[in-house]
């Protein structure tokens, strides 16, 4: 079975420092794509980054980026130089061949809520 | 940008009671999907449609029933409301046909309290 774990429900950064957001997954499908989305405060989820099972390099979008391993199955956010205004729940999400397909169906974990503080 | 709107911010309804939630994309998205989010357990899918009339029950679709009678639109039935379903509910939106990845994107949420 497909699934998503993100151990931290909550974590503090100061401004300006980088954060790193945890994310584990099991799937045995080889080819999966992997997505981040953040939650703020007024509820809209917003997509931040996606990393391809195939992919060659870590995805990056700004201040954002993915540590992608693997062989470990984790696909952890790199978050640089917070910002008071990333404070919000920050969700990791899954989507397998088997899983998705062409209607691109999404497992979600529990989410981390990242406090930055100023 | 793509828009995806929800009838409803928040919502008390009472016990029993028949519930609508409606929710509107502009994109011309194939997909749109229903999820429910509670503390705790993340987002959890409910239904989704990947075309007009078709659907296909989620991971937790007991209880909930779906309409989708125009590709922009498509609707979260709650039969009979009890206090359980009291919940945050997700609309999504996708496409096959865009980004090689294609992404979700969603609406800004309908909080339901159910009394």
């Known amino acids: 079975a497909q699934k998503i774990t993100q151990t931290q429900p909550g ?3 100061q401004e300006k420092e980088a954060v790193t957001l945890d994310c584990t997954y099991d799937t ?3 080819s999966y794509g992997l997505f981040w989305y953040k939650q703020p405060s007024s509820g809209e989820m917003i997509f931040l980054i996606y990393q391809g099972s195939y992919d060659q390099q870590n995805a990056t979008e700004g201040r954002y980026s993915l540590n992608f391993q693997k062989a470990r199955k984790s696909a952890n956010l790199v978050i640089s130089a917070s910002q008071l205004g990333d404070s919000a729940m920050y969700f990791c999400a899954m989507r397998g061949r088997n899983y998705g397909g062409a209607t ?3 497992i979600f ?3 981390t ?3 930055v503080q100023p | 940008d793509v828009k995806v709107t ?3 911010r928040y919502l008390v309804k009472r016990t029993g009671e028949k519930v609508f939630l409606e929710c509107v994309q502009d994109m011309d998205h194939e997909n749109m999907f229903w999820y429910r989010q509670d503390p705790g357990l993340g987002l959890r899918l409910i239904y989704f449609s990947y075309d007009v009339k078709m659907k296909e029950k989620g991971d937790i679709p007991e ?3 779906v309409s989708r009678e125009k590709k922009e639109r498509f609707s ?3 039969e009979s409301a009890s206090t359980n379903q009291t919940s945050m509910y997700l609309c999504a939106s996708s496409s096959p046909s865009g980004r090689g990845y294609n992404e979700q994107f969603f609406g800004p949420g309908t909080r339901l309290t159910v009394l």
């Open chain 1, 28 to 30: 045995s499908d080889p």
């Open chain 1, 113 to 115: 809520l990242l406090a």
């Open chain 2, 63 to 65: 209880g909930y029933s």
């Open chain 1, 109 to 111: 974990g529990t989410g």
């Open chain 2, 76 to 78: 979260l039935i709650l």
């Open chain 1, 104 to 106: 691109n169906k999404l």
């Open chain 2, 6 to 8: 929800q009838s409803s």
């Open chain 1, 11 to 13: 974590m503090f950064v």
